[in-house]
């Protein structure tokens, strides 16, 4: 009784909340490039509202007309694992995003675009207190302090065929991207566990100063490719070398600007094929993306010390062998494998002026490799499908189910091994961690979204030490 009034009365309180708004409402995604109506009321505007706080008769269209957009985000979100983890419990986590984007071509003339993030992390962490599983079950977890993300340039060539931006940027932001992985809320389907894990990089929470350039010669492909810093946050992020001197520098603020050249650099790579994504029947509609990353600090060995020992023996010295970098490849697959536009397949029925619904599925694939020596996954591979604008009258609507898989490098398990044989211990071998997601995104109003969620969790942190968990919640997102 004590664990119901504790965790699941204050889940069930916030659902019914969401309900009852959900009840009251309908609308587009929270992207919509429709505006609000200047003249609208709360009480009469909101099923439309493209804003929680409106159009201020006029002036933030106004302002975006002319180049300037404001915008304000807030996910608030809670988490239970009534079943497997270290423990049983639930979390209330937030996330309140605040964005600047001046368009200089509309303000100036000049085709350039200035933009800036920050992010205000709050509550506790499923993955840190009860799961302590690799792929992170949210991919807004992170250490709780108002900080800069972004902050960069950005200036376009040649009709925008090259695009070259400069700044504190975050590489979660334009690389590895799957725009279906992108639907569900484990972090690993955002920025993949083989680089939050082998690595420390530039991603959600933490922006890296860089040069990232990008080339659209044709529709049909894309390169970009950038260098940032090495580590922007050693003190959140971790740093490969455990064992030398520990960095005295905290990157609480994320103004930092975070440049050091025993840290190395980090540089990210990625050749597209874009389908043809206006074809009717969608055979032709994907994106496809080969990547390769590297990173060039000091990494240490997973299984042996300095002097090629087993790290686990008693003779060992305790210092891992210091090895030059890290890389890695991998692949992203989008491909649409069904639409339906209803009778005239164009959108629109012929029956009037109102279009038809889109019906969509989608899958979406990823695959990795990294060197073993020095990687916690040496592969990964998560994929899933998307069933999208399938609830009539619910346009914006999906369900959803992926699954990721990464498995623990040969050195990290050879580590194991050696500490068994060497203590008389039994502990679990790693092996793998699994994750599985099915999620509903419920369009509310084009400022509201809710999202309820089910995980499963396969080995979490790599092995059978910790049960399987299950882990159910709901994420409301509104714009402000």
């Keep these: 009784m004590a664990f119901l009034r504790k965790h699941i ?22 992207t919509s490039s429709s505006a609000s109506k200047p003249s609208e009321t709360f009480a009469d505007g ?19 007309d002319k180049g300037v957009v404001l915008s304000a985000f807030y996910t608030g979100e809670v988490f239970a694992n009534p079943f ?24 100036a003339g000049w085709n350039g675009a200035f933009h800036a993030c920050s992010y205000y992390p709050m509550g506790s ?13 949210s991919n807004i977890d992170a250490y709780d302090t108002f900080h800069l993300f972004e902050l960069w340039y950005e200036h376009k060539f040649l009709d925008d065929k ?30 993949p566990a083989f680089l939050a894990s082998n690595a420390p990089t530039p991603n959600y929470a933490y922006g890296a100063p860089g040069v990232r350039l990008r080339v659209d010669p044709n529709p049909s492909w894309t390169f970009q490719g950038a260098i940032y810093a090495g580590n922007p946050a050693p003190d959140r992020l971790g740093d490969p070398n455990p064992h030398r001197r520990p960095d ?29 994504k206006e074809r009717a029947d ?99 591979c998560d994929g899933g499908i998307t069933f999208n604008g399938f609830v009539p009258g619910r346009p914006a609507d999906f369900f959803g189910i992926a699954t990721a898989y990464g498995s623990i490098s040969s050195s990290v398990e050879g580590y194991t091994e050696d500490f068994n044989r060497y203590n008389g211990t039994h502990r679990p071998v790693p092996d793998f961690e699994c994750n599985i997601e099915l999620t509903y995104f419920a369009q509310i109003a084009p400022c509201c979204t809710l999202q309820p969620d089910v995980q499963i969790v396969v080995h979490p942190g790599g092995s059978s030490a910790i049960d399987n968990a299950l882990v159910v919640g709901c994420r409301m997102v509104l714009s402000f």
């Design 125 to 137: 962490s499923m993955t840190n207190i009860y799961t302590h599983d690799l792929m992170v079950i």
């Design 162 to 191: 090259i695009a070259l931006r400069i700044g504190q940027m975050g590489a979660n932001n334009e690389f590895v991207i799957s725009n279906g992985g992108a639907k569900f809320l484990a972090g690993t389907y955002g920025w």
């Design 9 to 30: 009365l204050p889940i069930l309180l916030l659902l019914v909340t969401s309900v009852t708004v959900h009840a009251q409402a309908g609308g587009n995604p929270v």
């Design 282 to 380: 969608a055979q032709s509609s994907g994106t496809y993306k080969l990547g390769g990353w590297f990173h060039t600090d000091t990494f240490s060995s997973k299984r042996y010390d300095d002097q090629g020992r087993p790290l686990a023996s008693p003779a060992s010295d305790g210092t891992p062998l210091a090895l030059d970098g890290n890389l890695g490849v991998y692949g992203v697959a989008d491909q649409a494998i069904w639409r339906s536009c209803g009778e005239s397949g164009k959108g629109n029925s012929g029956k009037g002026d109102k279009p038809d619904q889109v019906r969509e599925i989608d899958l979406f694939a990823r695959t990795a490799i990294a060197l073993d020596d020095r990687s916690l996954l040496n592969f990964y």
């Design 84 to 107: 497997g983890g270290v423990d049983q419990g639930a979390i209330y986590e937030g996330l309140l995003e605040l964005d600047l984007t001046l368009d200089l071509k509309k303000i």
């Design 248 to 276: 005295s520098q905290f990157n609480n603020s994320g103004t930092e600007f975070y440049m050091n050249a025993s840290q190395g650099v980090f540089g990210i790579f990625e050749l597209w094929f874009n389908g043809d």
């Design 46 to 64: 909101f099923p439309n509202r493209k804003y929680l706080l409106g159009d201020f008769d006029g002036k933030r269209t106004s302002l975006e």
